[in-house]
């Protein structure tokens, strides 16, 4: 009987491995084919483990992609490779000619190079039809509705009774459901539109006001009334209300900045995507109230200027056995000075010790004698500048180590720009809770509706990378101790973290043989701290790498040491100190005369990028 129900199974296998798979597709002609198998048996026992389905899970988007070109019959057939040389494929800007590229390229004929053309444009279109059929398997289970624009309110979509809808370039949604669905009451009075806000914070005319508030508003108008503190302000919108059907549309954008969201639009998922800064930043900072003290205690005052005095020194000691260690010594010193919206900082650097490495000379191999001697000597004392200015969103550099380079088109006093738009010296880094929002919003690609960052995944996104900062520096890691409140984390702790994140493989994922850190913050917000960590030996790419630091920081200076070894191979010794203080000073300014170079290619001051139309 044993010996039957054996035949019988192996009978069972081998029919699953040679028949066609019930709800499975295959390419034609076959993947395991193409792959250079004999069968499906063969390919699936080789590279699967007789795992049948994980085959096809394997191949799906192969087959995916073989039926939208079956259904897309027509474009292929009307595809004209020479059109989409010149119009659509990147390399056609940069070649004088297809000939050129396919040259570089080898391609043997032009019918090969045409069938690559067609697969990549078909791979375009497919994957921009793939990408738009998970949007809006993604917009579904968020809440929107796939095909129409929609709204988003910290993470969830508002539901409408009549459509937000796209009107001269921007985004006009029915009034009721969004002020209320911002803490506000909507009524009518005298033919005007009243929505009514209790404690709010305010945007309006240049200036921001907490407190009650009113906003009075009509159809056929750009122009709103705000009423709060005893004042009243009249702001002109950049699009007109209008009423349909029933409702009375105003432009989203407008009304969410001035109640204190930040809006992005998502133009993948077709979403207006609107974040209550404040009201988010403060429940992540609920879970981070220790770290914020020190946080807080090195904030800036916006409307003080504060000077920082700073030097650096470094010991790099390159360890040989045979011939002896080589010690090379650097420093720096560098004075900052920065007000609320620009900076200024001037430094010098002792670098000498570079031109004493024995690679130096090789590396510079291309000059003269004199010219490297030069370099040389310019290195031990290399001057430097550096200004920003925000509201140009410009950075100025004066490096005069730049005209001792060779082939150099620098000259000692020239200024080369650099952009630095979107570079805020005061948002968020006062609280754990701003430095994740301004971070996420910041690298989020929200405005670009890339596949990997859209900005309607940005509230859970901060929710979760504060999840995940707390479970490290969160309010519960901390004991305390006297006047202070201590963190510690050991091995102990990391070995709990690898169990509880990769269970039985966690010895595989371990890259200590020691780790200890402590952080210990004072009630005034002064910390100290301490780490040390030792890497395993990992053999001759990876040597043991051990790492030593400790300082101090509080609102006026910064004390810190850091030793890095190698094994076998250097040893190298960071020291920094930094005092800051108030003062009347202000940051210092591009020269009148400066010759500024622009090696970014504007022919003119950029200015901010355009802001997306909702």
Same mark, same amino acid.
């Given at each position: ?21 019930? #709800?499975?597709?295959?390419?034609? &002609? ?52 020479? /059109? ?175 109640? #204190? ?73 560098? !004075? ?46 290399? /001057? ?21 380079? &060779? ?42 509706? $890339? ?22 520096? #969160? ?24 169990? !509880? ?49 400790? $300082? ?63």
């Amino acid at each position: 009987m044993k010996r039957i129900i054996s035949a019988l199974l192996c009978l069972l296998l081998t029919l699953s491995l040679t028949l066609p798979a019930y #709800g499975y597709e295959d390419t034609d &002609p076959p993947q395991w084919q193409e792959w250079g198998f004999d069968s499906l048996e063969e390919c699936v026992e080789y590279y699967y483990d007789g795992d049948l389905e994980a085959y096809y899970e394997d191949i799906s988007y192969e087959v995916d992609y073989e039926n939208w070109k079956k259904a897309h019959a027509a474009e292929i057939q009307a595809f004209d490779p020479d /059109k989409y040389w010149a119009e659509e494929y990147w390399a056609g800007d940069y070649y004088q000619s297809k000939e050129d590229y396919m040259l570089e390229m080898g391609f043997e004929s032009e019918e090969e190079f045409n069938e690559y053309l067609l697969d990549d444009y078909l791979w375009e279109l497919w994957w921009a039809d793939e990408t738009a059929k998970e949007a809006a398997e993604s917009k579904k289970a968020l809440g929107g509705v796939p095909g129409q624009l929609g709204v988003m309110l910290d993470g969830s979509y508002l539901k409408f009774d009549a459509q937000p809808e796209l009107k001269d370039g921007r985004t006009m949604v029915p009034c009721r459901q969004v002020l209320e669905a911002l803490g506000g009451t909507v009524s009518y009075e005298d033919g005007m539109a009243v929505c009514r806000f209790k404690d709010t914070v305010v945007t309006a005319g240049g200036k921001t006001v907490e407190g009650d508030a009113a906003l009075y508003f009509k159809a056929g108008s750009d122009v709103v009334t705000v009423r709060t503190g005893g004042q009243e302000l009249k702001v002109q919108m950049d699009a007109k209300c209008y009423y349909k059907n029933g409702r009375t549309y105003i432009p989203v954008r407008f009304f969410a900045q001035t109640l #204190g969201c930040d809006v992005f639009y998502d133009s993948l998922f077709e979403t207006a995507v609107l974040l209550n800064r404040q009201a988010l930043v403060a429940e992540v900072d609920s879970k981070f109230t220790v770290l914020n003290r020190l946080l807080e205690s090195l904030a800036r005052n916006p409307s003080k200027n504060y000077k920082t005095v700073a030097s650096l020194g470094a010991d790099l000691t390159l360890l040989d056995s045979i011939n002896g260690n080589k010690t090379y010594n650097m420093d720096a010193s560098l !004075e900052v000075v920065q007000s609320a919206d620009a900076f200024s900082v001037t430094g010098r650097l002792d670098l000498a010790a570079l031109g004493k490495l024995e690679e130096f000379d090789q590396l510079f191999a291309g000059m003269t004698s004199a010219q490297l001697s030069s370099l040389k000597s310019a290195l031990a004392n290399v /001057k430097f500048k550096l200004i920003y200015d925000g509201k140009e969103g410009m950075m100025y550099l004066n490096l005069p180590l730049l005209a001792y380079l &060779p082939e150099t088109e620098y000259a000692e006093d020239d200024w080369v720009a650099i952009p630095a738009l979107g570079l805020d010296l005061n948002e968020g880094a006062s609280s754990v809770g701003g430095l994740i929002y301004t971070s996420a919003t910041g690298l989020s690609g929200a405005d670009e509706g $890339g596949v990997y960052y859209n900005a309607v995944y940005l509230y859970q996104e901060i929710q979760e990378y504060a999840d995940e900062a707390a479970v490290l520096l #969160g309010d519960g890691c901390f004991q305390g101790e006297g006047g202070y409140d201590v963190l510690h984390y050991g091995m102990e702790d990391y070995q709990a973290y690898l169990k !509880e994140t990769y269970g039985e493989d966690a010895d595989y994922y371990n890259e200590f043989d020691k780790l200890n850190a402590d952080l210990r913050i004072a009630r005034d917000g002064a910390a100290t701290f301490k780490v040390e960590m030792q890497s395993q030996d990992m053999g001759y790419f990876l040597p043991v790498m051990l790492i030593t630091a400790d $300082g101090k920081v509080s609102s006026t200076g910064v004390n810190m040491n850091l030793v890095m070894k190698i094994k076998n191979t250097m040893d190298l010794e960071i020291r920094y100190t930094a005092s800051t203080s108030e003062t009347q000073q202000a940051p210092g300014k591009l020269p009148a005369d400066a010759n500024v170079i622009n090696p970014y290619g504007y022919d003119e001051e950029p200015q901010p990028a355009e802001e997306t139309t909702l």
